[in-house]
């Protein structure tokens, strides 16, 4: 747990970047923002306070940011990178994304802003008895994104269909 006075100057470091960058640009970069700040570093070494904090400035801010996939594949127990997005289920369902049926991995989900330049989708699945978890490259999805719910979210509908060997 970090120093609660260590806390106190993160928290205001970013507030203040996120303010900074949103009142000079609106569609401010946000995640390379993050990067800039040691977001990645943060999640490793520190990941209950470095998810409090970033998720709590972004709120604060009305800013969005592909953090997310980042916790999820640290959660996951992958090294979470810029190129690599999770695939989240679809909409109104908590199944896992991913199924493999003779040999063929079929996915069908949601994912952030992200999967639109990643060069790797992470896609869960399977049952409780037998999950899997597989680095799909993004060349073989297909992502499109989602309009109606807040397009300026950056949601990302995705769809993997190939063999699973």
């Known amino acids: 747990m970090i120093d609660a006075d260590v806390r106190a100057s993160m928290e205001e470091t970013l507030r203040a970047a996120l303010a900074d960058a949103l009142a000079a640009d609106a569609r401010a970069d946000v995640d390379a923002l993050l990067a800039q700040l040691g977001w990645l570093e943060m999640l490793a070494d520190e990941p209950d306070d470095a998810i409090a904090i ?40 908590w199944d896992p994304a991913g199924r493999i049926d003779a040999g063929e991995l079929s996915a069908h989900g949601l994912a952030t802003a992200r999967a639109a330049g990643a060069d790797a989708i992470l896609v869960a699945g399977g049952t409780a008895a037998q999950p899997f978890l597989l680095e799909v490259p993004a060349s073989a999805t297909e992502v499109r994104a989602v309009h109606g719910i807040d397009p300026a979210g950056g949601l990302r509908a995705v769809k993997v269909k190939l063999s699973a060997a």
């Open 54 to 93: 970033v998720f709590e400035a972004l709120g604060a801010a009305n800013a969005t940011a592909t953090a997310l996939d980042d916790v999820l594949a640290s959660a996951l127990g992958c090294a979470p990178r810029a190129g690599l997005a999770l695939l989240l289920p679809r909409f109104a369902t």
